[in-house]
C-alpha cells in the first residue's frame, strides 16, 4: 500500500525566512509520481509540481525548489524568502505509474503561516 | 480556459436527507476523479472514471455512495440517507487522461457538506 507522511503539522515563519516542508513516502511500485498543491483558505487544491520516479533532477521554480531523493524516500519542498501570500496548507501526494488508475495517496498536509 | 467547477459549494443537510453533489471537468478530460476531505486531513480517494466508465469505486464508504458520468463529461456523486460522519469536503479532480505524462489531476473549489 501506498503511503505519505507530512510529519510537520504547523509551521510558522516571519515573511522572508525560508521554509522547507518535509515529505516521506512508502510504495512498492518501481515507477510512481510525486506531487505538491497548495490549498489556500478558498479551499481549491492547486497544483504545483509533480515529479516522475526516474527524473532525481532537483527543480527551481521562481521562490520554489525540490529536493527529491530516492534513496530517502523523501521529496521535499522549499519556499526562499517567503511571502504572506505563500501562507497556506501544502499537500504532499503519490500515484502508481502504471495502470489506468492514477488516484493520489495524499499526505495529512502541514500548515504554513508567513507573519508581516 | 474554464477549471473544475462544483455545486453547490456549501450543503446542509439533515440526517437522513439524500444529497446529490456536481462536478464539471474541464473540457475534454477524459479522467475524472471524486475525494473526501475530512476537516484537519488530506483528500482520500472515493472513485474514479475513465469517459463515463466507473473504473474503481474501492474508496467508497458504504453503499450510500453513488457516483455516475452518464455521457462522460458532469459526474453527480450521490449520499443517501446522510449520516453526521459524512460531513467532509467533497473534492472532483480531472486530468486529460491517467496514467503517463498528462494524469496531473486538477481539482474544483469542493462541496462543503454539513450533515446535522
Known amino acids: 500500500a501506498q503511503k505519505v507522511t507530512q510529519a510537520q503539522t504547523e509551521i510558522s515563519v516571519v515573511e522572508k525566512e525560508d521554509v522547507t516542508l518535509d515529505c516521506v513516502y512508502e510504495?512498492?511500485?518501481?515507477?510512481?509520481?510525486l506531487f505538491w498543491y497548495k490549498q489556500p483558505p478558498s479551499g481549491e487544491l492547486v497544483f504545483l509540481i509533480r515529479r516522475n520516479s526516474f527524473d532525481e533532477q532537483n527543480e527551481i521554480s521562481g521562490r520554489y525548489s525540490w529536493n527529491f531523493q530516492k534513496s530517502t524516500s523523501s521529496f521535499n519542498f522549499t519556499i526562499t524568502a517567503s511571502q504572506v501570500v505563500d501562507s497556506a496548507v501544502y499537500f504532499c501526494?503519490?500515484?502508481?505509474?502504471?495502470?489506468?488508475?492514477?488516484?493520489?495517496?495524499f499526505g495529512k498536509g502541514i500548515t504554513l503561516s508567513v507573519r508581516p | 480556459g474554464a477549471g473544475v467547477s462544483q455545486s453547490p459549494r456549501y450543503k446542509v443537510a439533515k440526517r437522513g436527507q439524500d444529497v446529490a453533489l456536481r462536478c464539471d471537468p474541464i473540457s475534454g478530460h477524459v479522467s475524472l476523479f471524486w475525494y473526501q476531505q475530512a476537516l484537519g486531513q488530506g483528500p482520500e480517494f472515493l472513485t474514479y472514471?475513465?469517459?463515463?466508465?466507473?473504473?474503481?469505486k474501492s474508496g467508497l464508504p458504504s453503499d450510500r455512495f453513488f457516483a455516475e458520468r452518464p455521457e462522460g463529461s458532469v459526474s453527480t456523486l450521490k449520499i443517501q440517507r446522510t449520516q453526521q460522519e459524512d460531513s467532509a469536503v467533497y473534492l472532483c479532480a480531472s486530468s486529460w487522461t491517467s496514467g503517463g505524462a498528462t494524469d496531473t489531476q486538477y481539482f474544483g473549489p469542493g462541496t462543503r457538506l454539513t450533515v446535522l
Open positions: 472514471f475513465q469517459n463515463e466508465a466507473q473504473l474503481d
Open positions: 510504495t512498492r511500485d518501481t515507477t510512481y509520481y
Open positions: 501526494a503519490l500515484s502508481d505509474y502504471t495502470g489506468a488508475n492514477s488516484k493520489l495517496t
